[in-house]
């Protein structure tokens, strides 16, 4: 397996239960893997399934790592029960990530995704060809680039159908538009694995860690102090 080297992206923490945040930057739900899929702000727990929870974790983190294989038809991710929103306040979600490099087998390496209401397309994935690119939501206006082999921090937001989103503490889009994702119900989130055709499901070719929603579109000071 590949070493895997963090890299020095500073960033704080919402995992440690120590730790009162204001309320304003309460998530609606950050989920521990250091031994399962519990969520420590809320009640939507997931359900790891596969031996999956790796000691491999980004520099300076207190939690362990979801590590998935591109396999088809993998049992190696995380699912959550079904999340309501309120979609005027918009969403915002925070994980890391870590792709591994080398050959891309075919299937795109969906890093999550949920069936979402109204045919909005809810999901992060990364280009099979392309080890470093990736696309959130439903057209190229979601696309952005990061390099495979290290430790790689995303946040992204919607509300009222535009996108924005963060790569290592950088704006990378700025308020894309993406129609129909306007989101109030959020169904068989998966991290790890696609949902939308499971007869040929890849997880994602690496290591996602400390994954946390927000029910609100944070503001770009709040985003990029994550």
């Not at 950088?170 to 949902?195: C, D, E, H, P, W």
């Amino acid at each position: 397996m590949l070493s895997l080297l963090a890299n020095s992206y500073s960033h704080s923490r919402y995992l440690k239960t120590t730790e009162v945040e204001p309320p304003s930057l309460d998530p609606i739900l950050s989920l521990s893997l250091n031994v399962d899929g519990t969520d420590t702000f809320g009640n939507y727990h997931g359900t790891v399934f596969g031996n999956c929870i790796t000691n491999t974790r980004a520099t300076n983190s207190n939690t362990k790592s979801l590590e998935s294989d591109n396999a088809v038809n993998s049992t190696k991710y995380v699912k959550l029960p079904d999340i309501t929103l309120n979609q005027s306040a918009g969403i915002t979600v925070s994980f890391w990530f870590y792709m591994y490099s080398g050959v891309a087998p075919s299937g795109d390496n969906v890093v999550l995704e949920a069936n979402a209401n109204a045919s909005a397309q809810f999901f992060v994935v990364g280009y099979r060809r392309f080890k470093d690119k990736y696309r959130i939501g439903n057209n190229a206006n979601g696309i952005f680039f990061t390099p495979p082999d290290q430790w790689n921090h995303l946040v992204f937001s919607y509300q009222n159908e535009y996108l924005n989103a963060y790569v290592n503490g950088v704006k990378v889009i700025t308020n894309a538009y993406q129609i129909n994702n306007n989101f109030s119900l959020l169904q068989n989130l998966s991290i790890g694995r696609n949902v939308s055709n499971i007869s040929t499901a890849r997880s994602f070719d690496g290591h996602i860690q400390e994954f946390t929603m927000w029910n609100r579109k944070l503001t770009d000071a709040e985003c990029l102090a994550l």
